[in-house]
């Protein structure tokens, strides 16, 4: 008997869980140790080659037949979001700390609440809204502006949660007729040509000392998705949700060792308050469906 099987579906989900916020955690300190040497499109070009070559092995496995969708417009425009996401984050990652950076990314499940209604034309209730209102209550706990600088990186990360909501509504249609590998596939595929145009551009070749980062970045990037995947197969959101805030002390353990960043106690405050917000939005949502 194989030891997985003994273990419940939870503690499955929970294992999966935690790997996918380290995972993040040390994409996101792969992308600040290249500190800024490379331009965040080009970061994510080889992010996609390498995504591309990981997840060929899967597909071929069902079948080229399994890649047809009819969504296509709609996987583009997933695409796009996804982009310049993740171009966003690296631009502001490459000079922000890394936990106050990741402690603003928990405001992602806050702008899918506003996506759901604007976009989806979703009903969403006073309770989600409630949260909504607190979650953003805990940004400004953060960015506390007229007290610290409002700067350009910190919009950068702000604007690429809001992106990242917008990805996240696209997969939740996509998921309905396509399966994740399969969206999987045509992100990394289009992506290629998004970002060989601009990397064109602002291309720096790397020497050899920059391919583990580079490799580090792009296989921690695909392992979060993946272990995302497996985390969500056999439990709620809901119930491995609070294992997601395992990315803030992740972050800031390799921020001080590595970098010697330290965080003051209030971007602790506001990422616990955006964080309690956002697991209420799920755990409420699971309660009333």
Known sequence: MKITAAISPFYRSAIWAILTAISFAVMITAVHYMDGKFDAFQIVFFRAIVGLFLIVPLISRSGIRTLRTTKMPLHFIRTLFGLFAM????????????????????????????????????????????????????????????????????????????????????????????????????MNVLMLPLTFLPTIFVWVTPNWTDFIPILVMALFGWS??????????????????????????????????????????????????????????????????
């Not at 994740?180 to 596939?185: D, I, Q």
């Not at 803030?248 to 309690?276: K, R």
């Open 87 to 186: 171009a966003a984050l690296y631009y502001a990652v490459a000079v922000k700390p890394l936990a106050e950076v990741i402690a603003l990314t928990f405001l992602i499940p806050i702008f899918v609440t506003i996506a759901s209604s604007l976009v989806l034309h979703e009903v969403v209730g006073l309770h989600r809204w409630l949260a909504t209102t607190v979650g953003f209550a805990g940004a400004l706990i953060i960015i506390r502006p007229g007290f610290v600088e409002f700067d350009f990186p910190i919009f950068l990360v702000l604007l690429s949660s809001a992106l990242y909501a917008g990805a996240w509504s696209s997969v939740k249609i996509l998921t309905r007729t396509d399966q994740a590998s399969v969206t999987l596939f045509w």
């Open 224 to 289: 979060a998705h993946f272990c995302q995947a497996r985390a969500f197969k056999n439990s709620d959101a809901s119930a491995v949700m609070p294992f997601d805030f395992l990315r803030l002390p992740v972050a800031a353990l390799f921020g001080y060792f590595l970098f010697s960043e330290t965080l003051d106690i209030w971007i602790w405050i506001g990422a616990i308050i955006i964080f309690g917000a956002s697991y209420y939005t799920v755990w409420r949502e699971k309660l009333i469906s």
